[in-house]
């Protein structure tokens, strides 16, 4: 059965205070690995899809990087507005249940001034 | 902004009743997926509508049901409701033969 570990639970960072958030895995055959942003009672804001690993892709000051056993989420310089809870799924080929997403908790990221 | 909808927003019921909640995808995507997440967790994968039939489920009851239409909006069902199906309910749209999948703003349902 896949499985999706993040950790820390939650972070406090200062401005401009780099970090990185983890997402442990364990599947069967991964199809792909995702990052969300989620805010308080909203629905999830895709971030990256990484497939392979190796893979890195960048956004902004969000960077992710994908193991075989694990990705990373890298926050260089954060700002206040970055605050947000971050999620990761993974989705599998040999899932029975096509292409639903394999969700972690989260890493609820506070970022203050 | 992704393009998903849902409605309503927030909905308030009672043990024992039923609810239906609506999904409008993003132009395009011809598959849709549902799921519930309860406060402070990740979202969990109810099921996934493919050319208006079900072609993956996970682990919840029969009394969660759907429906998809041609045009791709969509709609979730619950039967008999308890307290614990009180959460915030995520509709996702994609492409076919694309992993990708783009989030509605949800709706939050409470079982009082």
Known sequence: EDQVTQSPEALRLQEG????????YTVSG??????????????????????????????ERLKATLTKKESFLH???PKPEDSATYLCAVQSHTSNSGYALNFG???SLLVTP | ?????????????????????????QSGHNTVSWYQQALGQGPQFIFQYYREEENG?????????????????SELNVNALELDDSALYLCASRKA????????????????
């Not at chain 1, 205070?17 to 442990?24: A, G, M, Q, R, Y």
């Not at chain 1, 971030?47 to 190796?54: D, E, I, N, Q």
């Not at chain 2, 902004?1 to 995808?25: A, D, F, M, N, Y």
């Open chain 1, 17 to 24: 205070e780099s970090s990185s958030l983890n997402c442990s």
């Open chain 1, 30 to 59: 991964l199809r792909g690995l995702f990052w969300y942003r989620q805010d308080p009672g909203k629905g999830p804001e895709f971030l990256f899809t990484l497939y392979s690993a190796g893979e890195e892709k960048e956004k």
């Open chain 1, 75 to 77: 926050i260089t310089a």
């Open chain 1, 105 to 107: 908790k989260g890493t």
């Open chain 2, 1 to 25: 902004e992704t393009g998903v909808t849902q409605s309503p927003t927030h909905l308030i019921k009672t043990r024992g009743q039923q609810v239906t909640l609506r999904c409008s995808s």
């Open chain 2, 57 to 73: 489920r996970g682990n919840f009851p029969p009394r969660f049901s759907g429906l998809q239409f041609p045009n791709y909006s």
């Open chain 2, 97 to 112: 033969g694309e992993e990708t999948q783009y989030f509605g703003p949800g709706t939050r349902l409470l079982v009082l």
